[in-house]
């Protein structure tokens, strides 16, 4: 299991996508508690998670998605606006590996951070497109 440190979501510049880079990722399940309760936020518990897209086990871009995110409209993580809140990751199986998380305000999934030297599909020195 890993729990990040509490996160504060001001509503300013808010990103509702959360997207990782994992191995295994089928044997993943996320949940974005209450930082002061530790209790899920509505919609976006254990129980709620349905994953990424369907038949991907392993994504440098995964989109994350509860039920409550249905259509590209529906961005579960505004629950989380002007809340301070933790991310929590369970593994199921010692196989599965969690490299990097972020959120981003589209389905592209374009992180706006650095990438150093560049690399395929870059078209700058930052993630400024993503998968798009």
Not at 25 to 49: M, R, S, V
Not at 59 to 69: F, G, T, Y
Request: a neutral charge.
């Amino acid at each position: 299991m890993l729990r990040t440190k509490p996160i504060l979501f001001d509503g300013k510049g808010l990103e509702p996508l959360l997207f990782i880079n994992a191995e295994g990722a089928d044997h993943i399940t996320i949940a974005i508690n209450d930082a002061e309760t530790g209790k899920p936020l509505p919609g976006l518990g254990f129980a709620d998670y349905v994953g990424g897209r369907r038949g991907v086990v392993d994504s440098e871009r995964l989109e994350v998605l509860w039920a409550s995110h249905v259509g590209p409209d529906k961005t579960p993580l505004f629950a989380a606006q002007g809340k301070r809140v933790t991310l929590e990751v369970r593994f199921a199986s010692a196989a599965a590996r969690l490299y990097s998380f972020w959120f981003a305000s589209d389905h592209c999934g374009a992180s706006r951070g650095w990438v150093a030297a560049g690399g395929a599909g870059f078209n700058a020195s930052r993630d400024l497109v993503g998968s798009c």
